[in-house]
């Protein structure tokens, strides 16, 4: 019986010392628990993609050196993704919503970055966040109606952030060049020719009201469907029209890609100048063709895909970009921003000390991060400033040009502004 | 401006009925709706993209090939996915558009969207149209049109396996009767569908870049033509094309140029009110009357 009573006692201790022993290993787990980051995109575009491939990478080495230090312990990051297909011509804002709510709801991140890919899904999307109260950290639509939104309800839509530019940055950058157009070369015919979407209208639209305050001749507004696969009514009212600048703004791969093959087609003999992603993407040599020379874009912000030899911290991320994933990322767009953002992110967690939504929120309008696409601070409507003459005060962009090289090579030059610029604006010889 | 509304309002009206024009074969044929049609197209392209950039192929010998493969791609998806299904036209429609989501999805899956997939012209350059600049492609596109009819039309009409086609495309129960063996007859009309489609790709794919989704564009086009002209007519569909082509271009000319994407589903919605078998289709024809 004692024995018996012996044998239950060890086994009773025996099983109390696994629960001790036990108890602290399950304390480190949950200390290891990751913090979760979400990730519902448009993932089937290059903006998605390489923005993921971007954060993907801002996680590694954030996880190399220990991860993220909450509450005294350090806890990796781990990121969930949903394709929310927005940035594909035809998907509903509605269909786009579903899949971010999905993620929300089933992953349970603790905050979101990248966000939509189409301006109007990030305003539907904006009482989605607020609703869950997830902090976010958009970074790639565009559309100023963003901080229209928080201006009306701050309190409301608290939880949401701006990390790239916006239109109007971006036009910004655009109009100072055509400045440059007007004031070295004599311009001053110009067509606008836009995707019919929030961001894109913006955009242009700050590029024509610009253009009327200096004095171009507005040849055309023209504003066609995202799917659209041809352009020449435009193209032909622009070449009749004698315009010397054809502004365009599109996102959407297919149509700027018919649209550009057809500038060429159509020998339009004038300067290409806005965001026409096949013209300003790296490889747009081997998409378009040796047509892309003269044509002059804007990557917003920084580091996007273009390595400025001026801007050390652009160089670095694209090597490790390149490094990890074999070639540089294909939008001159955002990936730099979504890079930053997981930064961003991880130091105002720390401050904060929590992964309370309101306390992140706190901590996150106090940013002050210098990243590669500048130095990161946020308005009071929560995006973040961008200007044009420092990136030790704000973000910046830069407006490149592809010109030959004296190899005979393409590539892309920094015109814009003249603290990045590697080159002047140089004129087609079909221009002179 | 009208120089250049005819010209390249004929240049669409073209890329509409190539887009249409396989579609339109196999239906007129085999009254099957291939709903792959638009994914065939696009694959057919990325075919001959991986042909001449991780093969080596040059692009002519490529762009054979890959209407051969897309071909026989049709050919097998009778033999594999529709032969048991043959004649429930629900099932058949079902079918063909689940295998049409399933080879994009693939696409997009593997990464093939971007601005990075673009296929060569055949040769650079243009010339001056009526003073209206065109490209050679965009003249190859015309000429491609023109000349498959033409080909169509001599096949049709005097070759033993076109002549089975219109026996089988006029009346099945009795081409059957003399001989001509339906399955057969079906499933090389979804191999010549999806060869013309593969060409039309070949062909119009150059002008832009190529992505995933633009195999639901092309389908859309496709049956907004085949709709509008008369499904299993080609005469009809070469109207239908001229008529959502030209609708294109005057919409962007007259009333802004986002209003191009809504003609052809304009199209649709005013045929299928106001004679729901097409301009020359002949299927509801009796029920009309009625």
Known sequence: MKRKACRAGVVFLALLALIVAVSPMEAGASSKEPIVLGVPTSLYTPFGRDGLKAVKLAVEEINAGGGVLVGGQRRPLEVVVADTRGGEPGTPVHDALMAYEKLITEKKPHAIVIGAFRSEVLIASMDLVAKYRIPQLGTIAQTPRFQAKIKKDPE???????????????ASYINRTLDKLKNDFGMNRIYFIYQDTLWAKAFSGLMSKHCKAQGWTQLGFDGYAAGATDFSPALTNAKAGKAQVIGMVWDVPLGAGVFVKQYVA??????????IPPMASPM???TVGPEVEYSLSVEFPVGASLPLKKLPKTVEFLNKFKQKYGSLPEAAAVNSSAYDAVFILAEAIERAGSLDPDKLVVELEKTDYRGVSGRIRFNEQHVAVFGHEDPNETGVCVVFQWQKGADGTLRRVPVYPDFLAEGKILLPPWMK | MIPTLLVYGLVNSVILAL?????SLTYGISGLANFAHGALYILSGFAAWNLIHHMGIPLLPAALLSVALTGMLGFVFYWVLLLRIRGIALAELVVTFSAGVAILEILTWQGFYGIRYSLPVFLRGGIEVGGVAVDYQRLLVLGTGVVLVILLWLFVHHTRIGLAFRAMAQNERTAL????????????SLAMGAALAAVAALVVLPLGVMESTIGYEVLIYALAVAIVGGLESTVGMILGSFLIGFGQVAAARFIGAKWMVIVPLAAIVVVLAVRPSGILGRFKELEERV
């Open chain 2, 177 to 188: 009767s003399v001989g001509i063996e339906s399955d057969w007859v079906g499933s090389l």
């Open chain 2, 19 to 23: 887009y249409a024009l396989g579609f």
């Open chain 1, 156 to 170: 409301k839509y608290k939880y949401l952030f701006r990390v790239t530019t916006d239109a109007l940055v971006d």
């Open chain 1, 284 to 286: 747009a040599v081997k």
């Open chain 1, 266 to 275: 159509m020998k339009v003999p004038a300067l290409l100048i806005g965001f």
